[in-house]
C-alpha cells in the first residue's frame, strides 16, 4: 500500500509539473464582450478574434468551472485557470481552427460590442500630476522648469484621487457625454494597472507580483471647478473626475507575461480629431507604477480586479489653454487613446442633454460663474 500511495505522489507531481510547463502558442488578451444579448468572458486574439471562454472550455475534455466574469477570472488566474486559457488557445492555433476550421464560439472582433473589461472595478485609482511634464504645465516655460526642479528634489508621496466605477466606466467605442452646461472637458491617457490579488501593504521591490494586467484608461476630467459660496473654495475632485462616461477603460487587458515592464516599455498618446496632443514614457513619470502601489495599498486593500492609473503627462487642454485658445473637448471630436504593446482606445464625444425640473441645488452651468 505504501509503494502505490508513494507512486501515486509521485504521478500526481509529474502531471503537475508537465501542467506547469504549458505555453501558449500566441499571446492574447482578456476582454469582456456582449455575445447572444449577455456579457461574456473572452480571450482575443491576434486583436481581431473574440473567443466566448464559457464555450470554448465546455468544449475540451474535463472543463473546470468557466469565470462568471472578469474579476472571477483575475482571482482564479494563477490558481489553474491560467493552464487552462493556454489549452484553449493552442487547441485553436492548431490545425487551422482560427481560420478555415473556427468553431463556432470564435466570433469576429467586429461582429460583437465591446464592453469594458471589468464591469466593475471595486476601486479606481488615479495618480495626480504623475509626470514631470504635467507640473505647472499652463506656467511660463521658466517657472515649470523650477516647479519640475523642485517636485525632483522633493517628490514626497504619490496623490491618488478616487474615481467612481459603474456609470463613469465605459468600454471603447462608447459616448462620452459632456454634462449639459460644462464646458471646459479635458483628456488625459493613462496606463491601467490592474490588480491580480488581495493586497495590503505591498513594497514597490514586489509590487508586480500582485499586478494581473494592463489596459488603457482615460482620465476625462471636468474643469470648471465649482461655483463661489458655500461650503469648500478649494479643488473638488468629485465634480472634476465623477461624472458619468468619465472612465473608458479597455479595450481589454494585457496580462501582465505578454507586456512586460512598464517602467521600461510604457508609451501613452493621445490625440482628438487625428491631431496627437500627448506623448510620453515612463522615463517621465515621478513616482514609479510600483510605488503607486506600494502607496495605495498603505492605505486601502486592493482587490482583484481594482485598477491604479499611473497619471498623465503634459499635453492636456487645461494645461496647454495659453497655446491653443482654451481648447477643450467638444461635442462630435473623437479621443483617441494608446498604450504601445497594449492597444487604443477610441471615444466619440457627444452632448448631454439638457435636464429638466430641479430645485437649484444641481451643479450648475460653467458659464453661470465663470466668465474665462
Sequence with gaps: MRVIATLTVFMAVLATNVYAQIKPAEPFKVGTYEIGGAPRVALVLRDSLVVDIDAANRALPTPPQSPRDMIDLIERYDTGLKDRLYEIVNYLAANNRLTTSRPAYVHDLKAVKTLAPILYPSKILNAAVNFYSHVSESATPEQRAAAQKQRKEQKGVPYLFLKPGRGAVVGNGENVVIPWGRDRIDWEVELGAVIGRRSKY????????????????????DRGGRPPGGYGSG?????????????????????????????????????VGGQQLQEARA?????????????????????PGDVINNGTSGGTAAGSAQTRGGRFLKPGEVIEASIDGIGTLRMPVVAGEQPKGGTGARLPPVSTYRKQ
Excluded at 202 to 215: E, L
Excluded at 284 to 291: A, C, Q, T
Design 202 to 221: 505591498v513594497d514597490a521591490t514586489n509590487a508586480q507580483d500582485h499586478v494581473f494586467g494592463y489596459m488603457v484608461s482615460i482620465d476625462v476630467s
Design 283 to 303: 522615463g517621465d513619470m515621478i513616482h514609479s507604477l510600483w510605488e503607486l502601489v506600494e502607496y495605495a495599498s498603505s492605505i486601502v486593500t486592493l482587490f
Design 235 to 271: 479643488s473638488d475632485w468629485f465634480v472634476g473626475k465623477g461624472h458619468d462616461t468619465f472612465a473608458p477603460q479597455g479595450p481589454w487587458i494585457v496580462p501582465k507575461e505578454f507586456y512586460g515592464d512598464p517602467m521600461k516599455n510604457l508609451r501613452q498618446t493621445l490625440s
